[in-house]
């Protein structure tokens, strides 16, 4: 577990969790002030299922949504373990994504658990189908905003572009215009780091992000020379993720 976090006035119980093979974060959020106490899991490891569940137990929280940002190049998602284990679980993932998931989400849309609601923004250009979860405005809603990135926007950084229907100007420009948005003190907690950063702010990204506030052309140019090695995963992570992680969907077409 890596960290732990309060909202004044809300009734948000939040956990930051750590998969360190994939340095991939997972996010648990959950509404205490509700009877059930309904909770969501956002971007689920499967070699940490059994973390994940164990902690959702011990906390009396019900899980609504085992949900992903996008689908991982790096990591084979928890979500079908999850939804086999804990079977008021549903996974969800974007429309766009072409996924397969019990819950498909488009943009605009609001994700409720209990009086609590992620709204869904579209972000792609690392991937096609890729959605960053942003909590609600409001009376007993976090303050300051959370917004879960995925590989959109990392700390100081962001998501390759290089495969999976990636792009880097639909990357900048979704970027601008659905995170950097944001209110200046809205917390950004991103899919992975591989520095030891847990989180950002719009503010900090704005001012030290030097791959996405230069202006477009630079980004572009910096993402066509990279050379980044081919994902090591990719071949055993995609195929899984496309059907979310589904493991009788996963048996079924071995």
Known sequence: MVATATHQDSPLLFRQLFEKDSCTYTYLLADI???????????????????????????????????????????????????????SAKSLISKASKAQ????????????????????????????GCVTYVSGEGEGQPSPRMAFTGDALLVRGCGRTDFQGGNARELYKS??????????????????????NTVTTVGEELLHNTRLTKDEVFSFAWFAYLGLPYPKMIDVAVPANMVCGLQEANAATA
């Open 101 to 128: 998931a019990d819950v498909f989400v488009e943009p605009g849309e609001k994700i409720h658990f209990g009086n609590l609601y992620l709204e869904v923004r579209p972000t792609p250009g690392h991937t096609q």
């Open 33 to 87: 002030g509700h009877p059930e106490k309904p909770a969501v899991l956002i971007d689920p490891v499967d070699k940490t299922v059994d973390r994940d569940v164990n902690l959702i137990k011990e906390l009396g929280l019900k899980l609504k949504y085992a949900m992903n940002t996008h689908v991982h190049a790096d990591h084979v998602t928890g979500t079908g373990l999850l939804k086999s284990k804990l079977p």
């Open 175 to 196: 970027v601008h215009s659905q995170i950097l948005s944001l209110p200046k003190d809205t917390l950004l907690y991103p899919a992975h780091d591989y520095k030891g």
